[in-house]
């Protein structure tokens, strides 16, 4: 995006409903010997959960992040589905984005949790994820903004609807 835009490529006049880079802060893993950040894309989980923290005004992002990855995770990783979370934080809109994308909410404030589940979510949102947002409120975690359940699509492939 950053050459198109050097180019003159972009088309300033389009509607850009969101468009965020992250920076990783910080990652948890079940197992010793699990699937290195890097790849948890590839790995092709069968369920990703997300969830949006925002921290209190009393409390800095980095404590945040402290509590999340120090206090929180480990437990709710342990004898889980859940292999990894890794934590991520906006970035502000770079320079040279299309100027019709938004500026990037929650800079400095946010943190991205991304539990990489080794099941679909919603077998297990009941118990493990339902009362995510609490537990984390509960220990500390700023506010929770937002939990949601994702399962893959393979592109070109059209799942029967039953199964989506």
């Not at 990783?24 to 969830?51: H, M």
């Not at 991205?112 to 500390?140: M, N, Q, T, Y």
Request: aromatic share 8%.
């Amino acid at each position: 995006m950053k050459i198109l835009g050097e180019q003159g490529r972009n088309f300033d006049a389009r509607d850009v409903l969101t468009s965020a880079g992250h920076d990783l802060l910080g990652a948890v893993f079940r197992d010793e010997d699990g699937v290195p950040a890097e790849l948890a894309l590839d790995r092709r989980y069968p369920g990703l959960v997300l969830a949006w923290l925002e921290r209190t005004p009393d409390q800095t992002l980095e404590a945040l992040r402290d509590t999340v990855i120090d206090r929180v995770l480990p437990g709710f990783l342990e004898k889980s589905p859940t292999a990894q979370a890794l934590c991520f934080t906006p970035l502000p809109k770079a320079s040279w984005w299309p100027k019709a994308a938004p500026e990037v909410a929650g800079v400095g404030d946010r943190l991205l949790i991304a539990f990489f589940v080794e099941c679909d979510p919603l077998d297990v949102w009941d118990e493990r994820f339902a009362g995510l947002g609490a537990a984390l409120e509960a220990g500390g975690c700023g506010h929770t903004l937002f939990v949601a359940p994702f399962v893959p699509v393979v592109p070109g492939v059209d799942p029967d609807l039953a199964e989506l």
